[in-house]
C-alpha cells in the first residue's frame, strides 16, 4: 500500500512562471490537506480538500495559489506568477473519512525554489 | 485559537544522553489531539504519537516516552539514550477544535542534534 505520493520533489521556477504540486493521497483516503514550511518555520495550513470540494481553503493566500482535488487523477496545488518568497517545501497530507482528527500521513514534500 | 509554543530552538547533546523536548499548547477547546511528528534531514514527516485529550496516560514506546500534563497544557517528547539517528527537527501540533476539518496547528520546531 504506497504511501502518499507527492511529485515532484524538487522544483524550481524563474519568478513570473508557474508552479503546479501533485499529491496522489492514501489508497482509500478521500481527504487531502497541504502545508506550507517556510525556512526555519513549522507547518502552516493552507487548505483541506475533498474529492471535488474545497472545504476550508482559509490558510491559502488570497491571490494567485489555487487548489483542486478532481473525482480522477492526484490533487494539484497550483501557484501562478512565482515570487521568491513561495520558495518553500509543500506537503500533502491525505486521511480517511473516518478520521479526521489529524490522523493523517503526510507525504515527503515538493521543495519549491523561486530564482 | 490554537498555538503551539516550543521553546527550544535547538538542543545539542552527547549521544548517550537523555534529551526532553518542551511542548506548551493553548486552546479554548475540552477535546483536541496532540501530536510528535520527526522531521530527519532528508526532509519528509516522521509521524510519532497521537494522543487525545482525554487519556492523560504517559506512553512509552522503546526509548521514546512522552508526558502529558493537562494543568501545564504540556506535551512533553524524551529521548532516553540519544543516538546520532535521533538527529532531527522535532515538531509539536495540535488539532483543530472541530473534528470535522482536521487542521492542525505546528509549533516552530526543535532542532535536535546528537554528537557521536
Known amino acids: 500500500n504506497a504511501g502518499v505520493m507527492q511529485n515532484p520533489r524538487h522544483l524550481v521556477r524563474r519568478r513570473g512562471q508557474e508552479a503546479r504540486l501533485r499529491c496522489s493521497p492514501m489508497?482509500?483516503?478521500?481527504?487531502v490537506y497541504w502545508y506550507r514550511q517556510l525556512p526555519e518555520e513549522g507547518l502552516k495550513f493552507m487548505v483541506y480538500?475533498?474529492?471535488?470540494?474545497?472545504?476550508?481553503e482559509s490558510g491559502m493566500p488570497k491571490e494567485r495559489f489555487s487548489a483542486e482535488f478532481p473525482k480522477e487523477g492526484p490533487s494539484i496545488l497550483r501557484i501562478q506568477q512565482v515570487v521568491r518568497g513561495d520558495s518553500a517545501a509543500y506537503f500533502c497530507?491525505?486521511?480517511?473519512?473516518?478520521?479526521?482528527?489529524?490522523?493523517?500521513?503526510f507525504g515527503s514534500g515538493t521543495r519549491l525554489t523561486v530564482v | 485559537a490554537q498555538k503551539v509554543t516550543q521553546a527550544q530552538t535547538e538542543i545539542s547533546v552527547v549521544e548517550k544522553e537523555d534529551v526532553t523536548l518542551d511542548c506548551v499548547y493553548e486552546?479554548?477547546?475540552?477535546?483536541?489531539?496532540l501530536f510528535w511528528y520527526k522531521q530527519p534531514p532528508s526532509g519528509e514527516l516522521v509521524f510519532l504519537i497521537r494522543?487525545?485529550?482525554?487519556?492523560?496516560q504517559n506512553e512509552i514506546s522503546g526509548r521514546y516516552s512522552w508526558n502529558f500534563q493537562k494543568s501545564t497544557s504540556s506535551f512533553n517528547f524524551t529521548i532516553t539514550a540519544s543516538q546520532v539517528v535521533d538527529s532531527a527537527v522535532y515538531f509539536c501540533?495540535?488539532?483543530?477544535?472541530?473534528?470535522?476539518?482536521?487542521?492542525?496547528?505546528f509549533g516552530r520546531g526543535t532542532q535536535l542534534t546528537v554528537w557521536p
Open positions: 480538500l475533498q474529492k471535488e470540494n474545497i472545504i476550508d
Open positions: 497530507a491525505s486521511s480517511p473519512p473516518a478520521d479526521r482528527n489529524g490522523g493523517y500521513t
Open positions: 489508497k482509500g483516503h478521500s481527504h
Open positions: 501540533a495540535l488539532s483543530d477544535p472541530s473534528s470535522t476539518l482536521g487542521r492542525l496547528y
Open positions: 486552546t479554548r477547546d475540552t477535546t483536541y489531539y
Open positions: 494522543r487525545n485529550s482525554f487519556d492523560e
